[in-house]
């Protein structure tokens, strides 16, 4: 295989240039498809490379509680795990991609795959507050009261649940108009209880958990996002599912770039610099600073920004 079809196979296992992070392209899709390459060779599927980055990733954030002053060196450990781990996870959906091993399964598990990692960084930044919070800049305070850290890591975890999710929801809705049904992973609570309505407790208990947990998580999305969800209604009722005029779509996306770049700082890079940095300078309640206030205020703007361009999309119907 030359140079040109490599180059060509690995466009392939992109989303889209348009939803695709700078960090991502120079850094993680490479090596994730390089991985993705390997594991088609060996036959693994994309499901099992998301469960190897759960580990990866859980291990990294093990390893940061352990990184206080005499130990600084599993700081580092522990990030290049969770850098491996997103490899990983990179990988998964290039190599799903590549040998269109699509399923809604699938997409859920690399969705709770993250959120794995996160709750080990997050008790890993907790309990270095707790037993080490004396050591550093205003961590004798938590080291004191050790219920103000719990709060505020609860806080900062509900924020960063509800961040990510809007931000895969903008990054979903972008690629629906970009790619259409097929291009994109854009859910409905609608479709999703049509499908539930099917399952049984008793014989399809797995299934039915995981369906009923996604159609929360997509109603949770649904309910943030109005305008949206008008103009979603006032495009099937016109045009049917998937015959939104090509005129439309380049309306709709012109308005919707410039935010993409806002559901990719919420998605993965840059809260997790931010949480490096702060381990690394001893300072760990850093991190549940930035996401509470910054990456908040981040989610605040994408929100309105996107309802408003979608209620002006409204008008043009």
């Not at 960084?121 to 800049?137: Q, V």
């Not at 610099?273 to 981040?298: D, G, K, R, T």
Request: aromatic letters at 16%; one cysteine or more; hydrophobic letters at 45%.
């Amino acid at each position: 295989m030359n140079f040109k079809e490599i180059k060509t196979l690995y466009n392939q296992s992109l989303k889209s240039m348009d939803t695709e992070e700078h960090i991502d392209l120079f850094f993680y899709r490479p090596l994730g498809f390089a991985w993705a390459w390997l594991f088609a060779k060996l036959g693994v599927t994309p499901n099992v490379v998301t469960i190897a980055s759960i580990f990866l990733g859980v291990g990294g954030g093990i390893l940061l509680y352990f990184g206080e002053a005499n130990n600084l060196w599993l700081n580092y450990l522990g990030i290049f795990l969770i850098i491996w781990a997103n490899t990983y996870d990179s990988a998964d959906g290039q190599l799903a991609r590549l040998t269109k091993q699509y399923s809604r399964i699938g997409r859920i598990l690399d969705g709770l795959s993250g959120d794995f990692w996160f709750v080990a960084i997050y008790l890993a930044i907790i309990f270095r507050e707790i037993d080490f919070g004396d050591m550093w800049p205003g961590g004798h305070f938590f080291y004191d009261h050790k219920w103000l850290i719990w709060l505020i890591a609860v806080s900062a975890g509900v924020c960063h649940t509800k961040q990510a999710a809007m931000a895969d929801y903008y990054r979903q809705f972008h690629l629906y108009f970009l790619k259409g049904k097929d291009g994109s992973e854009l859910d409905s609570t609608e479709a999703l209880d049509k499908e539930n309505a099917g399952l049984t407790w008793s014989g399809n208990f797995w299934k039915k958990l995981t369906m009923t947990v996604y159609r929360n998580y997509t109603a949770n999305q649904e309910v943030m996002t109005p305008n949206m969800q008008r103009l979603r209604k006032a495009l099937k009722e016109r045009y049917g599912e998937d015959e939104i005029p090509q005129e439309f779509r380049d309306a709709f996306r012109a308005k919707s770039l410039p935010l993409m770049k806002y559901t990719n700082m919420l998605s993965f890079n840059t809260r997790i610099i931010a949480m490096f940095i702060s381990v690394i300078i001893q300072i760990p309640w850093l991190y549940f600073a930035f996401e509470l206030v910054v990456l908040n205020a981040m989610m605040a703007y994408m929100i309105l920004s996107h309802e408003h361009r979608c209620k002006s999309l409204l008008k043009t119907l």
